[in-house]
């Protein structure tokens, strides 16, 4: 089973930038499809969005459209979450998780998952 491992998150003020990284072990990662939650305190894990094994994104959380990209680079076994113009709400801990090939906004889908990185969006 895949192993992931985020990228430290951090305090970022808002309309800043901050790029994760989402790191895998275990298996090669072109046969996943990646996604990223996030979890604001109190609150449930959303799905945001989520990158196929054939590279095809899909948003999950219209909050982030427009903002969030994401990318893999199979040759790193990794997958970036490149957030933009960054607002206090977008503050949580941010995981990202790894399912068979196809995308999916369920966080029950997704059987392999991160420890979770902390961002905090604030002047």
């Known amino acids: 089973q895949v192993q992931l491992v985020e990228s430290a998150g951090g305090l970022v003020q808002p309309g800043g930038s901050l790029r994760l990284s989402c790191a895998a072990s275990?298996?090669?990662?072109?046969?996943?499809?990646i996604g990223w939650f996030r979890q604001a305190p109190g609150k449930e894990r959303e799905g945001l969005l989520c990158i196929s094994n054939s590279g095809g994104t899909t948003y999950y959380s219209d909050s982030v459209k427009g903002r969030f990209t994401i990318s893999r680079d199979n040759a790193k076994n990794t997958v970036y979450l490149q957030m933009n113009s960054l607002k206090p709400e977008d503050t949580g801990v941010y995981y990202c998780?790894?399912?068979?090939?196809?995308?999916?906004?369920?966080?029950?889908?997704?059987?392999?998952w991160g420890q979770g990185t902390q961002v905090t969006v604030s002047s």
């Open positions: 275990g298996s090669m990662l072109d046969y996943y499809a």
């Open positions: 998780s790894a399912k068979g090939a196809y995308c999916s906004g369920n966080p029950g889908a997704f059987p392999s």
